[in-house]
């Protein structure tokens, strides 16, 4: 029992390192997508931008493949009601997100200014929207999700998908999101870039930085006031995998904060991603990119823990049925299972993280605008 608990912490944590890196390396590539018509007053401007993140961004999108795998194979039914939950919204970010790598491959097909400009805004909003939607989930999760299930285990939805798209909170999620993304890729920007592009990259992405900051104090202080979730009684950590005949769970307005309170140790987690939307901005402020980038990194990790410290053990509560919410200890895949995907995570994880490291590596230094336009077609 001990190691299936054991277990099931341990992907919660991972889960939480997955999305870490999703926010970090597809939300940099993001924010150039989202950067590119700002930076770029030219056409060369704008392919010299893309030929930053050109060799980087499909290999990226490992995170996201990671992300979405682990959810559904330790966390088989959060998988399940979340897709069906956010199933229009899903699907929209999945349009949205491939609308990137058609971009890639489109937009030098044709040697037209309109063609050319269609394809920026396309990268704008590939950029924008999956960022906004990521953060907007968070949102939404935080507040709960309308939704319960019958005696055999149907799922059923409750509300409209609308209302947990767009209410107020989430929607600053989403901008919090998106302005992460905005500094993490102006960074990069500024990292390979150089001259007018790496100038306007800094003069976006500093205050893009500090919008986070005030963003991610203004939501410690709004979910004081939102219902969060609390068991009622004690729990068995090790209890079966099913959200039904579960312990009575309460709503209550501050909730979310009981973990800090009861662990104050927890309280790193924010300051930690305070520090980095901080200090990141002032780095590249001072024209340090590359600490701004990691400064950056480290924002987007006390934001993802800090979320997940605070509603431990919840996964997505359910506020139409509080009781059926699906959390660590009943949304889990078999100890069977979990060690399986352990030890796999212990081998490929460290291979993807040497092969990410090894590439941006050797592929290091600034991108000229002139070798892009006479040897590159492909931006």
């Known amino acids: 029992m001990e190691l299936y608990i054991a277990l099931k912490v341990i992907w919660a944590v991972l889960l939480g390192v997955l999305l870490s890196g999703l926010g970090i390396m597809v939300g940099m590539d993001m924010g150039v997508g989202a950067l590119l018509r700002f930076v770029g007053r030219t056409d060369a401007e704008r392919r010299t931008a893309l030929a930053v993140i050109g060799p980087h961004w499909d290999g990226n999108q490992v995170w996201f493949i990671l992300g979405g795998g682990a959810i559904f194979a330790a966390f088989p039914t959060l998988y399940a009601t979340s897709f069906s939950t956010f199933y229009v919204v899903m699907i929209l970010l999945l349009f949205s997100m491939i609308m990137l790598p058609v971009a890639f491959e489109y937009r030098s097909k044709v040697d037209a200014r309109r ?103 203004i939501g410690g202080v709004w979910v004081r006031f939102i219902k969060g979730f609390a068991y009622t009684a004690p729990v068995n950590p090790a209890m079966p995998a099913t959200p039904l005949g579960g312990p009575a769970v309460a709503m209550r307005a501050g909730a979310w904060m009981d973990n800090f309170h009861q662990h104050p140790v927890l309280w790193l987690l924010p300051a930690v991603g305070l520090l980095g939307m901080v200090a990141g901005p002032l780095a590249l402020a001072a024209r340090k990119p590359i600490l701004g980038w990691w400064l950056g990194a480290l924002a987007w990790i006390g934001t993802i823990f800090t979320t997940g410290a605070a509603m431990f053990p919840f996964l997505m509560p359910s506020t139409t049925a509080p009781a059926q919410s699906l959390t660590v200890w009943n949304a889990s895949g078999s100890a069977y299972n979990l060690g399986w995907m352990l030890a796999f995570a212990l081998v490929f994880v460290p291979i993807i993280l040497s092969y990410t490291a090894w590439a941006f590596r050797v592929m290091r230094g600034k991108v000229k605008t002139e070798s892009v336009i006479a040897n590159d077609h492909s931006y």
Do not use: K
């Open 115 to 217: 063609w050319r400009a269609t394809w920026d805004w396309a990268f704008l909003i590939s950029g924008a929207l999956p960022m906004i939607i990521y953060g907007a989930a968070f949102g939404n999760v935080l507040q709960g999700v309308g939704f319960h299930f019958s005696w055999d285990g149907q799922y059923y939805q409750d509300g409209s998908f609308i209302w947990y798209l767009l209410n107020p909170f989430a929607v600053m999620c989403g901008v919090l999101s998106l302005a992460l993304a905005v500094h993490q890729g102006g960074a990069m920007l500024m990292i390979r870039g150089e001259g007018p592009i790496a100038e306007r990259a800094r003069r976006y992405a500093v205050p893009a930085g500090l919008l986070a900051a005030a963003l991610f104090a």
